[in-house]
């Protein structure tokens, strides 16, 4: 299998500008995760998704994050609008999640690097 | 507060020695441990994993050990190889889903430097 992909791989913009990232999971993977890595918090979830709902986005630091998931094979993180404190290494895993399995393996995609200026 | 713990940011080790890396977690009902291996420009990859009723767990040149009643747990490498330079993490499973999957808690990684 090709692994989890994340588009782009990265992206500069400059504050106020919509950013969009973009995730394929694994296919047959039913949870979808999203976490960013910054040099202060380290790695932090963002967002849970298990067949395609969202189950927790308690990590969402604001209205301006927003995430999708319109089918299994797709999920976008959008920032609008970015600020230079979003810049960060923006991850997409995924998982089997099996119903009833307390914790399966999450397979981290390659990463996206966002610098907003 | 940090729930998971890496209190040292980084460690260099000579090639063929042995890595020792710690971790710290808080809450006691934590009860599985993994350790992901993230390379510069690639996604973190699960290297081994530890569950509370056993102690140690052992894969090839990686071993973790866990200490429940100290709330620690270490990954050793033996011996350590120029290809094992890496930042690596430890994590947990969030307790926040009544046992169903769900996200994981990471510590804020040790970046490991095996000098030939």
């Known amino acids: 299998d090709a692994g989890v992909i994340q588009s782009p791989r990265h992206e500069v913009t400059e504050m106020g500008q919509e950013v969009t990232l973009r995730c394929k999971p694994i296919?047959?993977?039913?949870?979808l995760f999203w976490y960013r890595q910054t040099m202060m918090r380290g790695l932090e979830l963002l967002i849970y998704?298990?067949?395609?709902?969202?189950?927790?986005d308690s990590g969402m630091p604001e209205d301006r994050f927003s995430a999708k998931m319109p089918n299994a094979s797709f999920s976008t993180l959008k920032i609008q609008p970015s600020e230079p404190r979003d810049s960060a290494v923006y991850f997409c895993?995924?998982?089997?999640?099996?119903?009833?399995?307390?914790?399966?393996?999450?397979?981290f995609g390659p990463g996206t690097r966002l610098l907003v200026l | 507060d940090q729930q998971v713990k890496q209190n040292s940011p980084s460690l260099s080790v000579q090639e063929g020695r042995i890595s020792i890396l710690n971790c710290d977690y808080t809450?006691?009902?934590?009860?599985?441990f993994l350790w992901y291996k993230k390379y510069p420009a690639e996604g973190p990859t699960f290297l081994i994993s530890?569950?509370?009723?056993?102690d140690k767990n052992e894969d090839g040149r990686f071993t973790v050990f866990l200490n429940k009643s100290a709330k620690h747990l270490s990954l050793h490498i033996v011996p350590s190889q120029p290809g094992d330079s890496a930042v690596y993490f430890c994590?947990?499973?969030?307790?926040?889903?009544?046992?169903?999957?769900?996200?994981?808690?990471f510590g804020k990684g040790t970046k490991l430097s095996v000098k030939p």
């Open positions: 296919s047959g993977h039913n949870s």
């Open positions: 998704f298990n067949n395609n709902v969202p189950i927790d």
């Open positions: 530890i569950s509370s009723i056993k």
């Open positions: 994590a947990t499973p969030s307790m926040n889903y009544g046992g169903s999957q769900g996200n994981l808690i």
């Open positions: 895993a995924s998982s089997t999640g099996t119903s009833g399995s307390y914790w399966e393996t999450q397979y």
């Open positions: 809450n006691s009902m934590f009860d599985y």
